[in-house]
């Protein structure tokens, strides 16, 4: 072999050498590179677990709160409704008071006329109770029937044409409670 056999060969060697060199080190960064992303995709992973175990948490929170919340507010509604029956109850207790005693002294006495006005006054106690808990009287008749206010029983027939199709006679009166009707007043209507 001559001398620049020897080169070539040397010069070819250290290439080798260099590549392998360079491969290797390539290798390993594209290895180190690799582990960098797959710890990245690890604590990616586990973000996004923590995450969800967050929210996931928030939601139970905010699903448990709100449903504390309607059950109180059915609590509270059911005792003000209760509350609210017996202040008028309470209210109704005195004129129940006022009927028993009218009605023990029913027997004591001779006048009528005396015990029709002791029924007055606890009917007069009676509607002052209710109308200052909101409770109006419906006037019903001499109006033109209207089926928003009254509940027609019958019709009858009529002489003069200015009460056709108004309310000629009340069975029961109508009420209305705050603006709203409680109970239709049940009427007959002349035809």
Known sequence: MGRKEKENTESTENMDTQNRTETGEETAGVQSELNTENQSEEITEADAE????????????????????????????ADLISSASADVLKDLLVILDDFERASANNEKIDDPNALREGFK?????????????????????????????????????????????????????????????LRFAKVIVGQ
């Open 121 to 181: 006054l606890i009917q007069h106690k009676l509607i002052l109770a209710l109308t200052s808990k909101g409770l109006e009287a419906v006037e019903s008749k001499g109006e033109t029937f209207d089926a928003d206010k009254h509940e027609a029983i019958t019709n009858i027939p009529v002489t003069d044409e200015k009460q056709k199709g108004k309310v000629v006679d009340v069975v029961e009166r109508g009420y209305n409670l705050r603006g709203k009707t």
């Open 50 to 77: 923590k995450k969800y175990a967050e929210l996931n948490d928030k939601y139970l929170r905010l699903y448990s709160d709100f449903d504390n919340f309607r059950k109180r507010t059915i609590k509270e509604k």
